[in-house]
C-alpha cells in the first residue's frame, strides 16, 4: 500500500481527489491507526480555521476611503 501523505489528506478533505484516491485513502484510514490520527487532526484544524473571521483594522480602512 501506499503512504498518504498530509497534502493528500487535505485534498481528500477538501474533495480534490479522484474517486481511485478517495477509495485509497478511505482504506488508509481505516487501516493506519497513524493516518487516522492525523486525519482526524486534520479534520479538527479545518473546524476551527471555520471559526475564524477577519476583519480590516480601521487603519486600514481609513487608509483605503482616503484613496476612493
Known sequence: MQTIGTEELIQYLYNETTIEQNIRIQEAIETDWNIKEEYE????????????????????????????
Open 41 to 68: 487532526m486534520l479534520l479538527g484544524t479545518i473546524a476551527e480555521m471555520k471559526k475564524v473571521s477577519y476583519s480590516p483594522s480601521n487603519q486600514t480602512i481609513e487608509s483605503i476611503l482616503k484613496l476612493a
